[in-house]
């Protein structure tokens, strides 16, 4: 069974650019839950997506926007980049949330703003 | 607002001893508590699950305790090995919540 994939693994973009990442999820799985790990603040959530609709958000600003196909897979976008959304972006898989199930995470995009 | 703590952000130990990472958290009644562990640029990977029900869970040489009363969850690594570096996170959950991950501990093993 396949893994969580995200591409792109590795990105540059410049400062006001906007940028889009996806995430494939596990075959079967529903929920998509996006995050953002920087070494000052850890892991923080973005949002969460099931049967493409966001159920959960996170304290980030409208910068940061994401959806859900009928396939599950998952795209963020960040408009206007600024140097500080330099991260690593996750996202992580499930059959659903809140049911104690396990997140299988993807390698992540790393993103680098200059 | 909820918070999680895990103890020292880094921990140094000898191998074949038992390493015991700590996660608090306030403001916070989890159903679940998850231990992940992730290495240098790599996504996290899902180690345990313990529920509020079960005092202790256990999988190969990983202990995981969780104690609603002090609301602290432990995490054991016994006979550590230096292939047992990386950091670990814990991730309480609510009911129909989504995770919120510790800041993670850096556990480093010695040969």
């Known amino acids: 069974k396949a893994g969580v994939t995200q591409t792109p693994r590795y990105l540059i973009k410049t400062r006001g650019q906007q940028v889009t990442l996806s995430c494939s999820p596990i075959?079967?799985?529903?929920?998509v839950s996006w995050y953002q790990q920087t070494p000052g603040q850890g892991l923080q959530f973005l949002f969460e997506?099931?049967?493409?609709?966001?159920?959960n958000k996170g304290n980030f600003p409208g910068r940061f926007s994401g959806r859900q196909f009928s396939n599950s897979r998952s795209e963020m976008n960040v408009s206007t980049l600024e140097l500080g959304d330099s991260a690593l972006y996750l996202c992580?898989?499930?059959?659903?949330?809140?049911?104690?199930?396990?997140?299988?995470f993807g390698q992540g995009t790393r993103l680098t703003v200059v | 607002s909820q918070k999680i703590e895990q103890n020292s952000e880094a921990l140094n130990i000898q191998e074949g001893k038992t390493a015991t990472l700590t996660c608090n958290y306030t403001?916070?009644?989890?159903?679940?508590l998850q231990w992940y562990r992730q290495d240098p640029g790599r996504g996290p990977v899902f180690l345990l699950l313990?529920?509020?029900?079960?005092k202790e869970k256990r999988k190969e040489r990983l202990k995981v305790t969780f104690d609603t009363t002090l609301k602290q969850s432990l995490f054991h690594i016994t006979a550590s090995q230096p292939a047992d570096s990386a950091t670990y996170l814990c991730?309480?959950?609510?009911?129909?919540?989504?995770?919120?991950f510790g800041p993670g501990t850096r556990l480093s093993v010695l040969p």
């Open positions: 992580a898989s499930s059959w659903n949330k809140g049911q104690g199930l396990e997140a299988f």
């Open positions: 075959s079967g799985h529903r929920s």
């Open positions: 997506y099931f049967s493409e609709t966001q159920r």
């Open positions: 403001n916070y009644s989890p159903a679940y």
């Open positions: 313990i529920r509020e029900n079960e």
């Open positions: 991730a309480p959950q609510d009911y129909g919540q989504n995770f919120v």
